[in-house]
């Protein structure tokens, strides 16, 4: 299957922000969307963007088939991204349960740092954000 | 208790190897001061960094005053939007159980919540009991015990294996 991996741009938010749902419904949690695509557009695409974004294509004849290679060629190109800007780790998070996803990034060399060092992910959130933020100190900057 | 006050820092300490060690983990240091100040204080720095001083009447047994630090970045949630990542958090052992630890977390929070980030996230190892404690007293989630994120790193060979692989760019 030939497909074109290029830069996102920001035109491509909308279809991208469909993406975003489908991975979100995929994982169970769709539910945890909070953002729109105007976010995306304002957030990847204005002076001081906050991400950067690659999307796959396929020709107009190919559209809506399963693709081989892809997501393989998606990941080349963030690693490829990331070794231009002289990074020494790619990292993500993948849910437990998704085994072809975990196996996917094993084989291309991706270590679980969760399994071998026992890392656990810690998020703050919400309420207890604000609370401890409030907590800050005033003096100094 | 003695902590004069939390600045946005131009100069770095040799805290992050103290942390390494108690992390057990020296040898996996690869970067040096040069390479923090390159990174952190040039035109596009890749982090932010909170120092945590004491005044000089209680500094540390060998004489410091700059006794904590919190390394921290900003990352996107493509669900959430803004968010911080807290990468490093250390108070020196002598100074530890007096709020700092703390402070430097709640400074973290407040500049992040400042540029609009709705999210802190951090990672810890599931043996550092008296880390995983505190986080919890603050309200923090196991992201990896709640909901079963792993986490996973592609280090410098596998990104380079990965970044060499069947070229499809076509930009």
Known sequence: ?141 | TGLNHLTETSQKPNLPWELAEYEKVTDLVKIGQKDLEQDGFSNTPFFRGVIAEVPEDQKSKDGHVKVGYALYFFSYSSWKGRCVYLEDLYVMPEFRGKGIGKALMSKVAQLGLEVGCTQMNFIVLNWNKSSLEFYTRQGCIDITEKLGYHWMSCGENALKKLANSDPVDES
């Open chain 1, 1 to 141: 299957m030939e497909f074109k991996i290029r830069a996102a741009a920001k035109e491509d938010c909308e279809e991208i922000f469909r993406m975003i749902m489908e991975l979100a419904v995929f994982e169970n949690m769709p539910d945890q969307v909070k953002i729109s695509h105007r976010e995306l557009e304002n957030h990847g695409f204005g002076p001081n963007p906050l991400f950067e974004c690659l999307v796959a294509e396929v020709p107009q004849e190919e559209k809506s088939k399963e693709g081989n290679g892809i997501g393989k060629g998606l990941l080349s190109k963030v690693a490829e991204v990331a070794k231009t800007q002289q990074c020494a780790r790619l990292q993500l998070s993948v849910l437990d349960w998704n085994t072809p996803s975990r196996d996917f990034y094993s084989a291309k060399g991706a270590q679980d740092l969760t399994v071998s060092e026992g890392w656990h992910l810690i998020r703050f959130d919400g309420e207890n954000l604000d609370n401890l933020a409030k907590e800050a100190p005033k003096d100094g900057r």
